[in-house]
């Protein structure tokens, strides 16, 4: 549990404390990282007065900055931080807008990358609810269709349908019937009780608990405010408040509030993610497509229940968790940078095989793979996701170059044929001078 902090001591000294560290310029860094008590208390020292003038002096400072928020009868507020500024004009110049970079994405790469992306955040997001699978073979089983064999791989692949299907719904309204369309689908067979999927939870015996001491961390609002709460949440999201907010903040308020309200049984987490990128994209920020927050916010689980509990424990302040994810944005900004340089390396790599005649681009790669694992086994099924084309042209791909000696064809059953490396795949390169 996140320490309480003291009750704030508001004396003649506080105003002109403020000024001072605003002036030497210590209060700003400390409002840009958005601390809390908790470490705002061993900077005292340094600035020369006892930790509760520090933090008493923050408080107000914050509090002159704040704007407020009304869902139901809870109140919240945020700050917007230099930080926060900063970082979302980055994000209005890289991943929005109709006329945005594309930051190297080839029009031709683009629905590889999205369905790449999609798998990723499928992954991510379910592994942080407990799913207990590879990453290798939760993209084998979505791009060879695959059956999950376990609850593990079930939810995954409910992530990945429940993005797809955002992704094609983006600009619906939010009601509280597609909210239950989404949980739905993003918890389909991995729940105790069926009955719980697509429903809203009807008692208030569902708690967030740390299972490391069995510790209750959070408590939801009663049952009886969910209707209200979510009416308020559906009119947040789908419209324009008289005091603008910028879009980013909210999809990270939205994001925060359906953790926080928990109107589900289980899979609250899964469902608020996949709400988030619903809004973004909604709102123009199309590079979202590309991104896997959760994978980040996987590897940062701590700091992402953290954010949540900062909020809570300080009177509501959304700050704690804007500014958290934020950064999380930026580190999957990053990172897909470095994923987009890697597969263009990759795309370079694999263009010695386009001067083979006859073989087009989504060849040479299938060339690619084999040649650096000789014992890959390729199906239509995983060329049709890989690609996003037909089944046709996944199958016409695979038996040319078969044709061409590449590739041998192994026979399942009367439908079904299996294609690996063949035995002159080397001896059939030379003869291109390869």
Known sequence: MIEQAPQVEKTDQTIPLMVKFQMNGSLQKIHDEYLYWDKIKYKAKANECTPIELWSAIKLFRFLRR???????????????????????????????????NIGIAETDKTKFIISSIMEEAISSSQMEGANTTRKRAIEMIQQEKRPKNKSEQMILNNFITMKHIVQQKSEDLTAENLLYIHKLITSKTLDDIEDEG???????????????????????????????????????????????????????????????????????????????????????????????SRIIKDS???????????????????????????????????????????????????????????????????????????????????????????FTARTDLKSLAELGFLEIIQVNKQKQNFVKSSTFENTLKRYKL
Request: net charge neutral.
């Open 67 to 101: 704007k407020e928020l009304k869902f139901h009868s809870f109140r919240f507020h945020y700050v917007i931080s230099d930080y926060i500024q900063k970082s979302l004009h980055q994000f209005d110049m890289n991943i929005g807008g109709t006329l945005g970079s």
């Open 199 to 293: 429903k809203f939870r009807e008692n208030d015996d569902v708690h967030v608990v740390n299972h490391v001491n069995s510790e209750i961390v959070h408590t939801p609002p009663l049952q009886s405010d969910l209707k209200k709460l979510i009416e308020d949440l559906c009119l947040f999201f789908n419209t324009d408040n008289e005091e603008f907010i910028h879009p980013i903040i909210k999809g990270c308020i939205i994001h925060f509030l359906i953790g926080w309200i928990h109107p589900f049984t289980d899979g609250n987490g899964r469902t608020a993610r996949a709400v988030f990128y619903w809004y973004m994209l909604k709102k123009g920020y199309w590079l979202t497509e590309y991104l896997s927050i």
């Open 301 to 391: 689980k701590s700091q992402y229940e953290k954010a949540y509990l900062y909020t809570e424990t300080d009177e509501n302040d959304l700050t704690y968790f804007i500014t958290y994810h934020i950064r999380t944005m930026e580190k999957a900004f990053e990172a897909l940078k470095e994923y987009i340089n890697r597969k263009q390396k990759e795309v370079f790599q694999a263009a010695k095989f386009m001067k083979i005649p006859g073989v087009n681009d989504r060849m040479a790669q299938i060339l690619k793979i084999i040649h650096e694992d000789p014992d890959r086994i390729l199906n239509t099924k995983e060329m049709e996701s890989r690609f996003n084309v037909s089944n």
